[in-house]
């Protein structure tokens, strides 16, 4: 990244990525079909344990598609947990259909019980919600082994929000395994990055076979452009893909970085009262996408707030927990069923700069900024 600023998770490239994008740009492939994408897929399908993989534009994208596959119509509901990111909320209105927020559980995440709680408790004049989006948060698995029973037992579809978590894992397999397929981003910020794009990853040969149809403008395998059904323009090119492919030969190695930093910052942070790291749940291990730090509001009002604002003044970027969907003024009148776990989660906590270039003072100056701010 420019300048000397200390970012959030900013993207970087290595002579390697360089290299492996120049040989896309020399080999002539450079539309949204050639050898790296297929090789990307591949690639990407083994980590996530997956036998099918289609890369498109964005994570958003991928998460469109999925549940139009799955059968979403305009109206249906759709489960999500209010801890996310807009995209995944934004997906479910792409095709009409609405997000019911649940809350979440001790590991940030689609909290079971809530889900429990507000199937059982339907209204009986309302179609029930067809499908679910649980998110591995900050590179958090779920508790797939609570959720998946419940969601399975009313029929709901279940779709992986793995935005955030490739490399980590669950005890029943690695994160982008989970549901009928799942959904990958390769943002800027993101663990691996194409500067832009996400991926679809399943086991269900026609869905992949589906959502590439879908992805290429449903082009129908005539000589002529023939359309049938109306079509995406959500295809990555394969000069994206060349990078997304030498980004994701050292994904293991950034994942351990990361959990590194976040075992620094747990090292310096958690010997405070009140202060505490989301670390890993029980049933997995995270990839530390980003550390996030949480401030009892008890002893320390405000500690976000003010922990932002004084690590600004040093020209180093931290933000807010996404703030709940329910709380989000354009998803005022939708359904929710609420704990208060993320309000206060949200109240009560900061995401830190988790760069894979981040070095040991670099924490070490983030967490001294830190003190200083709570210890007024
Ligand atoms: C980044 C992200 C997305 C969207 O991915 P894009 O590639 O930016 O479209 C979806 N869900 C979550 C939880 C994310 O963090």
Redesign the pocket.
């Known amino acids: 990244m420019p300048g000397s600023r200390m970012y959030l998770s900013p993207p970087h490239a290595t002579d390697e990525d360089v290299a492996a994008v120049v040989a896309a740009l020399r080999s002539g492939w450079l539309a949204p079909v050639g050898p790296d994408l297929r090789e990307f897929e591949t690639r990407a399908a083994a980590v996530t344990g997956r036998q099918h993989a289609v890369a498109l ?7 469109q598609l999925s549940l139009k596959y799955v059968g979403i119509q305009p109206g249906d509901h759709v489960l999500i947990p209010t801890l ?5 909320a934004f ?1 479910v209105c792409y095709l009409g259909a609405v997000p019911v927020f649940v809350d979440v559980d001790d590991s940030w995440n689609m909290d079971a019980a809530s889900v429990e709680a507000i199937l059982d408790s339907w209204p009986s004049g309302l179609p029930m919600p067809v499908a679910a989006i649980p ?3 900050y590179g958090a698995p779920a508790d797939y082994d609570s959720l998946l029973p419940i969601l399975v037992k009313h029929s709901v579809a279940v779709i992986e ?1 793995a ?2 978590g490739l490399g980590a894992t669950h005890v029943q397999g690695p994160l982008g395994s989970f549901g009928r397929a799942a ?5 800027g ?2 663990i691996i990055t194409t500067s ?3 991926m679809v990853v399943t086991d269900d040969e026609e869905m992949a076979a589906k959502i590439r149809f879908w992805a290429t403008q449903s082009r129908e395998p005539l000589p002529w452009y023939e359309h049938e059904e109306v079509g995406f323009n959500f295809r990555l090119s394969n000069v994206l893909a060349a990078l997304g492919r030498s980004q994701l030969n050292r994904l293991s190695r950034e994942v351990e970085k990361r959990r590194q930093i976040r075992l620094w910052y747990q090292e310096r942070l958690e010997e405070i009262d009140g202060v505490e790291i989301q670390m890993d749940p029980t049933w997995g291990r995270s990839n530390a996408w980003l550390t996030v730090a949480r401030f009892s509001t008890e002893r320390y009002p405000n500690a976000p707030h003010r922990i932002i604002e004084a690590l600004e003044k040093f020209d180093i970027e931290s933000r807010y927990l ?1 703030k709940p969907m329910h709380q989000q003024p354009v998803f005022r009148d939708n359904r929710a069923h609420l704990t208060g776990r993320a309000d206060r989660l949200f109240r009560e906590c900061v995401c830190l700069p988790s760069g894979t270039l981040m070095s040991k003072d670099d924490v070490d100056r983030v967490t001294t900024i830190i003190r200083s701010v709570i210890d007024d």
Do not use: I, P, R, Y
Request: hydrophobic share 45%; aromatic share 10%; charged share 15%.
């Open positions: 534009s964005s994570g958003t994208a991928a998460l996310t990111f807009g995209a995944t997906a998110v591995d948060l929000d935005a955030e959904a990958l981003s390769f943002n910020n993101k832009g794009g996400g996404w």
